[in-house]
C-alpha cells in the first residue's frame, strides 16, 4: 500500500508560477514512475508529466517548457514546478504512483489561474 500525500496548490494570476508537492509513503519503490495528472471540470484526467527513477520524464505538449517534474527519492517526494500559469492550467492536480499491480492516487490539490 502507498499513501500520496500533494501539497501547494492555490489561486495565482496568470503568469505565475507555483511549486506542487508529493511525498509518498509505505511500500514505495524508487524505480516505479512518478508523476502528476489533472483534471479541469467537464474533462478528462490526463497526464501532465512523470518521470522514473532513472530521471526519464515524460510531458505532455501543453506543458513542455513551463512546467518542470522533478524527483527526490531519498524523500519519495515529486515535484512540479509551474510556471508561466494559463487560464486553461486550471485544475485539480493528482499525484500518481504505480506498481506492477495497482495505481496509486493522491487527494488532488486545486490549482487556479484567475486574474
Known amino acids: 500500500q502507498v499513501h500520496l500525500v500533494e501539497s501547494g496548490g492555490g489561486l495565482v494570476q496568470p503568469g505565475g508560477s507555483l511549486r506542487l508537492s508529493c511525498a509518498a509513503s509505505g511500500s514505495v519503490n524508487s524505480i516505479n514512475a512518478m508523476g502528476w495528472y489533472r483534471q479541469a471540470p467537464g474533462k478528462q484526467r490526463e497526464l501532465v508529466a512523470s518521470i522514473t527513477t532513472i530521471y526519464t520524464i515524460n510531458e505532455s505538449d501543453s506543458v513542455r517548457g513551463r512546467f518542470t517534474i522533478s524527483r527526490d527519492n531519498a524523500k519519495n517526494t515529486v515535484y512540479l514546478q509551474m510556471n508561466s500559469l494559463k487560464p486553461e492550467d486550471t485544475a485539480v492536480y493528482y499525484c500518481?504512483?504505480?506498481?506492477?499491480?495497482?495505481?496509486?492516487w493522491g487527494q488532488g490539490t486545486q490549482v487556479t489561474v484567475s486574474s
Open positions: 500518481h504512483y504505480a506498481d506492477s499491480l495497482y495505481d496509486y
